[in-house]
T-cell receptor
Framework: GAGVSQSPRYKVAKRGQDVALRCDPI?????LFWYQQALGQGPEFLTY????????KSGLPSDRFFAERPEGSVSTLKIQRTQQEDSAVYLC??????????????????FGDGTRLSIL | AQSVAQPEDQVNVAEGNPLTVKCTYS??????LFWYVQYPNRGLQFLLKYITGDNLVKGSYGFEAEFNKSQTSFHLKKPSALVSDSALYFCAYTGVNRDDKIIFGKGTRLHILP
């Protein structure tokens, strides 16, 4: 398909386990974003890539969270030693290029359907 | 702090009636404002945006929004609601700087009653 693809759609893990969430952006999209959406809340920014470079990781809640995009396309969000408060929907979005300001505004982000992570 | 606020957690509207979902913003400078919709178990879908120009912005699925600078509002509207419009709606903004991130409101759940 032509949209952003995320896998798995649902993930259940025991507290303390490591998890890896995958995002396949739209082909040709330079920018890739990860968001965390807690129940009943709006998405909150985690991190941003421009091609393979992670330009902003200020939203990652702790050093247990790690994201990579080694070849500038597929991205993986890894959470180590999961805690119950990590339970949320993790959304990936991509856009042609740019972040913030007029560049972003002219090229809205395209979101995947998310991965619902439940930590028991 | 710069933010957007959606004062209503839920809005109920009868099918065929006009609908309004409220959003107010608190930002410095000129904001870029957006509306997104989220259906159950799905990601967000872009509806419309305001960058500059006409205060009335038309978007997807018959939705429109009015930018009101004096009231710092960007309410989402539709003249005649459909049951299929039932979903979660998010107002969002980003600033003019390259490093500005998109900030989402907490969302408003819209129920269209048949």
């Amino acid at each position: 398909g032509a949209g952003v693809s995320q896998s798995p759609r649902y993930k259940v893990a025991k507290r303390g386990q490591d998890v890896a969430l995958r995002c396949d952006p739209i082909s040709g999209h330079v920018s890739l974003f990860w968001y965390q959406q807690a129940l009943g809340q709006g998405p909150e920014f985690l991190t941003y890539f421009q091609n393979e470079a992670q330009l902003d990781k200020s939203g990652l809640p702790s050093d247990r969270f790690f994201a990579e995009r080694p070849e500038g396309s597929v991205s993986t969000l890894k959470i180590q030693r999961t805690q119950q408060e990590d339970s949320a929907v993790y959304l990936c979005a991509s856009s042609l290029q740019g972040t913030g300001g007029l560049l972003w505004a002219n090229q809205p982000q395209h979101f995947g359907d998310g991965t619902r992570l439940s930590i028991l | 702090a710069q933010s957007v606020a959606q004062p209503e957690d839920q809005v109920n509207v009868a099918e065929g009636n006009p609908l309004t979902v409220k959003c107010t913003y608190s930002v410095s400078g000129n904001p870029y404002l957006f509306w997104y919709v989220q259906y159950p178990n799905r990601g967000l879908q872009f509806l419309l945006k305001y960058i500059t120009g006409d205060n009335l912005v038309k978007g997807s699925y018959g939705f429109e929004a009015e930018f009101n600078k004096s009231q710092t509002s960007f309410h989402l509207k539709k003249p005649s609601a459909l049951v299929s419009d039932s979903a979660l709606y998010f107002c969002a903004y980003t600033g003019v700087n390259r490093d500005d991130k998109i900030i989402f409101g907490k969302g408003t759940r819209l129920h269209i009653l048949p």
